[in-house]
């Protein structure tokens, strides 16, 4: 088994399948949480639901979101960490995280990685600065703060 970096085409293919997979995922669990008011009652009523949600303070009016960006580190993690590495998106384009000496990331460092990762997923300009890293460095801005690497399992 070849475990060279991956390639940057492997990375952005696996990050696209993971988008479209965990993201979406994510955003559709959050929304049905955050669709049953305190009393456990459903919104039936999608208008009712979004004046609820778009109504008070920051974290209501934001609620959706930060619940989105919780549960997307949370699967991103489980991945990273109880599925040797790869989310679903890498194990099909044949890559995996591991740390930086080549060895399978631990807890923690799943952890890190996965929080990492989910803020810099929000920045868009994190993904510019990252695709150049990955271009010129093999790394990421995240593997490098997180001390770890992607690499090829075929």
Known sequence: MNEGYAT?????????????TIVIFSAYTSLLILMFDI????FINMHKF?????????????????????????TIFSFWYFNNGSTIGQKIFNVKVVD????????????????IYTLFYNLPIIHI?????????????????????VVSTK
């Open 129 to 149: 600065i990252s695709i150049i890293l990955i271009y010129s460095k093999k790394r990421a801005l995240h593997d490098i703060i997180a001390k770890t690497k």
């Open 50 to 74: 979004m004046e609820w949600t778009l109504s008070g303070n920051f974290i209501k009016e934001n609620a959706t979101f930060i619940l989105a960006n919780i549960i997307f580190m949370l």
């Open 8 to 20: 940057l085409n492997r990375r952005l293919f696996a990050a696209l399948f993971d988008f479209f």
């Open 39 to 42: 009393n456990s009652n459903y």
């Open 100 to 115: 930086i000496t080549g060895k399978k990331i631990g807890f923690f460092k799943s952890l890190f990685r996965s929080f």
